[in-house]
């Protein structure tokens, strides 16, 4: 009964390159959600999104970041043309319904940017 | 701007003493607050939590308070245990999935 599974577990670009994400929910969960962890800081919001549709990306950054979550596959967080800024933890969580159902997160990705 | 705060960075304990971590917040429109703790490489699980009509919750060595007119909340660990070792985050949301997150209070029971 695998939990939330993230990979890669570790991901180092150069400023202005593409950084893919890939989060897959707990098995009969269809509702997941994107947080960022900055240094020093708390996870912040950024996007929640059920199969096929965003629901609220109101954390997002307005460019350069997208998320996804196709019919078949992981949800995809996707940030093109990175900066050193973007370097944080960046973790999923997914949940069996929406509301207060508790949500369970993945390990995290770390990204570097050089 | 940060909603939720956790000002103590760090906190470390006798084992079987009692861990209090604390969590003051400004938006008075959260109505459920929860706890996380998080062990290195993994993600925050949930721990605790409170809605907030209540001033108490408790679930076996963990006890949470809240304080709406200080908008102050607290975590109780008694007695501390080595496993307790962790980061804990305080959580609130007023939306129902929208979390919050503090910053965290890294704590360390002492054998």
């Known amino acids: 009964n695998a939990g939330v599974m993230q990979n890669p577990r570790h991901l180092v670009r150069r400023r202005g390159q593409e950084a893919r994400l890939r989060c897959s929910p707990m098995?009969?969960?269809?509702?997941v959600y994107w947080y960022r962890q900055l240094p020093e800081e708390g996870l912040k919001f950024m996007v929640y999104?059920?199969?096929?549709?965003?629901?609220?990306e109101s954390g997002m950054p307005k460019e350069r970041f997208s998320a996804e979550f196709p019919k078949e596959g992981p949800s995809i967080l996707r940030i093109q043309q990175v900066v050193r800024g973007d370097s944080a933890a960046y973790f999923c969580?997914?949940?069996?319904?929406?509301?207060?159902?508790?949500?369970?997160f993945g390990p995290g990705t770390r990204l570097t940017v050089l | 701007d940060q909603q939720v705060k956790q000002n103590s960075p760090s906190l470390s304990v006798q084992e079987g003493r009692i861990s209090i971590l604390n969590c003051d917040y400004t938006?008075?429109?959260?109505?459920?607050f929860l706890w996380y703790k998080k062990y290195p490489a993994e993600g925050p699980t949930f721990l605790i939590s409170?809605?907030?009509?209540?001033d108490k919750n408790e679930d076996g060595r963990f006890t949470v308070f809240l304080n709406k007119s200080a908008k102050h909340l607290s975590l109780h660990i008694v007695p501390s245990q080595p496993g307790d070792s962790a980061v804990y985050f305080c959580?609130?949301?007023?939306?129902?999935?929208?979390?919050?997150f503090g910053a965290g209070t890294t704590v360390t029971v002492r054998a």
């Open positions: 969580a997914s949940s069996q319904l929406a509301g207060t159902d508790e949500q369970f």
């Open positions: 098995k009969g969960h269809s509702h």
């Open positions: 999104l059920q199969k096929e549709n965003i629901i609220d």
């Open positions: 938006n008075s429109m959260f109505d459920y």
């Open positions: 409170i809605s907030s009509i209540k």
């Open positions: 959580a609130e949301t007023f939306n129902d999935y929208k979390l919050s």
